[in-house]
């Protein structure tokens, strides 16, 4: 099964950019979601952002949409999240995950069930 793998956790200050990238190790992203979920301290696991390999429309929580982009580029089997105007609330571990929910339930993380080992992202005040 494909696993991923996240990288391009780091520390930013707040108002700044990241860009994280998830690859698919041991095999490719088709056929699968792929979404983002972070955890911060003390939190329960949040959704983030999701899509569909395949295409179609991108997903985004909340408190993240319209600074966060979800975008993939499939020749390198490689996932990524666009984040930008970081604030300190949105540090936290990202993790990556591949599922395949239906479209409803795109946002349960209770779908997905292979998971990389997470990155972290700090952002300072």
């Known amino acids: 099964q494909v696993q991923p793998v996240e990288s391009g956790g780091g520390l930013v200050q707040a108002g700044g950019s990241l860009r994280l990238s998830c690859a698919a190790s041991g095999g490719a992203f088709n056929g699968y979601a792929v979404a983002w979920f972070r955890q911060a301290p003390g939190k329960e696991r949040e959704f983030v952002a999701a899509?569909?390999?395949?295409?179609?429309?991108?997903y985004y929580g909340d408190s993240v949409k319209g600074r966060f982009t979800i975008s993939k580029a499939s020749a390198e089997h490689t996932l990524y999240l666009q984040m930008n105007s970081l604030k300190p609330e949105d540090t936290a571990v990202y993790y990556c995950?591949?599922?395949?929910?239906?479209?409803?339930?795109?946002?349960?993380?209770?779908?997905?069930?292979?998971w990389g080992q997470g990155t972290q992202v700090t952002v300072s005040s």
């Open positions: 899509m569909r390999w395949s295409g179609g429309n991108a």
């Open positions: 995950a591949t599922g395949r929910p239906i479209i409803s339930a795109i946002r349960d993380e209770q779908m997905y069930y292979q």
